[in-house]
């Protein structure tokens, strides 16, 4: 069974940085690409950052362009999201997310696999 597993998550506060990783248990060679997604309370589900697999190329919200940068460990099969100089704004739980499909995750459309989500809280 296909897991990601996150971890990093916490609470900082503003100005401060939280870095995330996620550890795919599967083989990501069919992995198009992968991505990270957040969703805070009443609000929904929106992208970060993806990252396109093959090549490395990355996708920015832009609520985040200049603060968030994402990157990922073929060997490890693990993709990584460093975030700096946090808002509250920011708060959210942070997910993982694959697609077998897509080559940029810009929605939830094409993503199948989904982390249980990291827990990111920025106080002010």
């Known amino acids: 069974q296909v897991q990601l597993v996150e971890s990093g998550g916490g609470l900082v506060q503003a100005g401060g940085s939280l870095r995330l990783s996620c550890a795919a248990s599967i083989d990501t060679i069919c992995i198009s690409a992968m991505g990270w997604f957040r969703q805070a309370p009443g609000k929904e589900r929106e992208v970060v950052a993806a990252?396109?697999?093959?090549?490395?190329?990355?996708y920015y919200a832009d609520s985040v362009k200049g603060r968030f940068t994402i990157s990922r460990d073929n060997a490890k099969n693990t993709v990584y999201l460093q975030m700096n100089s946090l808002k509250p704004d920011d708060t959210a739980v942070y997910y993982c997310a694959a697609s077998r499909t897509i080559d940029v995750i810009t929605t939830t459309l094409g993503v199948v696999y989904w982390g249980q989500g990291t827990q990111v809280t920025v106080s002010s």
């Open positions: 990252i396109r697999w093959s090549s490395g190329s990355p």
